[in-house]
């Protein structure tokens, strides 16, 4: 229905591209696919995945170069991309609030911070929406694309900063630092107190000593940032609730990603910040250069076969792109509907994400369901 040129409403008109999905949809390659259009039209484009998977880096020709530090894609002017890393995008954000070079080093030679930089899914969550809020303060892009884990992931990454926040400031940390922090000279509160605090006897248990005083200079040091988290959650909110921000939806015709990206949308619908644009890849699996020619002997029972099994090809092309259409129309909310075709492999270059996204329509709604 609409060209390629066409789909630029995609990604024009915001600052800030969400994208979600299902795993094993393509929501990767066509994040990195929209970013290069983008780009290719003149914008300053950063586009930043936080799903651990190394597919965006192989799309982008940047295999074993992709990390957390923003890098120029060769062959598209004006896109930088990035893969963020957990650890080091919680140590550069700790470089940026921490109040002197004392409270940094502290915080990064930390044991606790060590584990919760690095292994809890939370904190991933929690730096995610702190680099778009850098990025986004920075300036230097006209856009950034978001590429989120899979699914429900992508949930919980906006619900991470508000989360964070309220534990830092609910009165929680400070009752674990009162336990287990020095008082009145003690170089170990809990310790002296032998027990007579709950909290302390426990976590002494569990923890022994050493680690019991690291965790609280760890909640010590952040308590004091309480105050910029709160700021930051509450601006990365406002954010993703503006129109400054566009949430696309990728998914794919089938029953257990279909399943999958309607938890999703009810999810982001719930939070305020439902998709705009869904994305359906791999609709279309027929070539159009398949099967016998039109003006072949029709007597030859081998070309008869062959017409017949494309016949049939082409009732489950349109079937694909039907389930896709009333998937569309089934959502709580009406977004545009754009369709891609599936190809033989991915691709792994530049060239070819410019032309998946050239292959790509959008699809017009026949009903709107009641």
């Known amino acids: 229905m609409s060209g390629a040129s066409e789909l630029a409403f995609v990604h024009e008109g915001v600052e800030v591209l969400v994208c979600v999905g299902p795993g094993g949809v393509g929501k990767t390659t066509l994040a990195a696919a929209l970013a290069i259009d983008a780009a290719d039209r003149g914008r300053r484009v950063a586009l930043v995945t936080i799903d651990p998977a190394r597919r965006l880096a192989d799309a982008l020709g940047l295999s074993g170069r992709l990390d957390d530090a923003l890098r120029e894609v060769s062959g598209v002017r004006g896109l930088e991309a990035a893969m963020l890393d957990t650890r080091a995008s919680f140590d550069a954000l700790v470089a940026r609030i921490a109040r002197s070079d004392l409270d940094r080093a502290r915080i990064l030679e930390n044991r606790v911070y060590e584990a919760f930089s690095r292994t809890l899914a939370r904190p991933h969550a929690y730096v995610a929406?702190?680099?778009l809020h850098d990025l986004v303060r920075r300036g230097e892009h006209d856009?950034?694309?978001?590429?989120?884990?899979?699914?429900?992931?992508?949930?919980?990454?906006?619900?991470?900063?508000g989360r964070l926040a309220r534990f830092v400031g609910s009165g929680v940390a400070d009752e674990l630092v009162h336990a287990l922090g020095p008082h009145?000279?003690?170089?170990?509160?809990?310790?002296?107190?032998?027990?007579q605090d709950a909290l302390a006897a426990l976590l002494a248990r569990l923890l022994g000593r050493e680690l019991a005083t690291e965790l609280a200079s760890f909640f010590a040091i952040f308590l004091h940032l309480r105050e910029g988290f709160a700021t930051r959650a509450q601006e990365v909110h406002a954010l993703l609730a503006s129109p400054r921000c566009r949430f696309v939806l990728t998914t794919a015709p089938d029953g257990s990603h279909l399943e999958d990206?309607?938890?999703?949308?009810?999810?982001?619908?719930?939070?305020g910040r439902a998709p705009e644009v869904v994305l359906s890849n791999r609709v279309r699996r027929l070539s159009a250069a398949a099967g016998a020619p039109e003006d072949a002997p029709t007597d030859d029972p081998v070309l008869r076969q062959v017409r017949r099994h494309r016949a049939a090809l082409e009732a489950l092309d349109h079937l694909r792109e039907r389930r896709a259409e009333r998937f569309v129309e089934s959502l709580p909310i009406r977004p545009r509907h754009v369709l891609f075709p599936a190809r033989p492999e991915a691709p792994l270059d530049v060239s070819g994400l410019r032309s998946l996204w050239a292959s790509g329509r959008e699809?017009?709604?026949r009903k709107v369901s009641s």
């Open 129 to 131: 929406m702190e680099r």
């Open 143 to 161: 856009l950034v694309v978001l590429d989120t884990p899979p699914t429900r992931s992508a949930l919980e990454i906006l619900d991470a900063p």
């Open 184 to 195: 009145e000279g003690q170089p170990v509160g809990w310790l002296a107190r032998r027990g």
């Open 261 to 271: 990206a309607r938890a999703l949308a009810e999810g982001l619908v719930a939070r």
């Open 363 to 365: 699809f017009a709604l």
